[in-house]
């Protein structure tokens, strides 16, 4: 095993030196300067900058902006990370920020629906409002993100609206998903709907086996 160098103190002291200068440079500078660096730099500028617009009230406008354009995912998560924090600040502007960023789940690429759905599950009550007209949304795809929201979601209606879709949604792949999430989260309710299922879809050779294994699991948890 090779030996780790620990830095010297005055590597140390040198470091948050440093760290102490750009704070108070970014603590003088004004919201268009911030936005300006934010915008010329590399990905590390970018990151560090958007943890500065935290300090900016009413700020969650531009921060939505610069995610909206952002490819780099730890510059995202900073952008993510300012925005929860100021919704925590300023829970006024919760609401908005959530129309915003859950409406980004319409065009955004894998890694950043991810981290939406992290970003949106860290705030249950409030998203909990949104889950009943995204499930009623048109887009079979929005539905099904909706559904990856409610996987980690720590609200006591989830099951109530994971029977539901089971009962009433009619594409085929959101049902099952439904199922499985059912299965995950042990909502046992969804036993006296599951006989139905299938017949709604009596082509979709998969349902029958999701119905099959949902059901010998919750049986086997009571």
């Known amino acids: 095993m090779g030996l780790v160098r620990k830095k010297s103190n005055s590597q140390v002291t040198k470091m948050n030196v440093e760290t102490s200068k750009r704070e108070s440079a970014n603590s003088t500078m004004t919201l268009e300067q911030v936005l300006a660096d934010y915008r010329q730099g590399d990905a590390r500028c970018r990151r560090e900058k958007a943890k500065v617009l935290r300090e900016f009230s009413g700020a969650h406008h531009e921060l939505l902006a610069l995610l909206v354009a952002e490819n780099e995912s730890v510059v995202r998560d900073a952008l993510l990370n300012s925005l929860a924090s100021m ?3 300023e829970p006024q502007n919760l609401q908005g ?3 915003n960023v859950v409406d980004m789940l319409r065009h955004a690429e894998a890694s950043l ?3 939406i759905i992290r970003f949106v599950t860290g705030f249950p009550e409030a998203i909990g409002e949104f889950i009943p007209l995204l499930l009623a949304d048109p887009n079979g795809n929005i539905r099904l993100y909706t559904l990856d929201i409610m996987q980690t979601l720590a609200h006591p209606k989830v099951p109530e609206w ?9 594409e085929a792949n959101v049902v099952i998903s439904a199922i499985d999430r059912s ?8 036993l006296d709907v599951l006989p139905g299922v299938a017949a ?7 349902m029958p086996f999701a119905i099959k294994i949902a059901t010998e699991r919750l049986e086997g948890a009571l």
Do not use: S, W, Y
């Not at 994971?162 to 009619?170: A, G, M, P, Q």
């Not at 879809?201 to 998969?206: N, Y």
């Open 200 to 206: 709604r879809f009596p082509d979709v050779e998969m």
């Open 162 to 170: 994971l029977k539901r879709v089971i009962e009433h949604e009619t």
């Open 97 to 99: 920020i959530l129309v």
């Open 113 to 115: 629906r991810t981290q």
């Open 87 to 89: 919704a925590q600040k």
């Open 183 to 190: 299965v995950e989260a042990g909502c046992r309710d969804i």
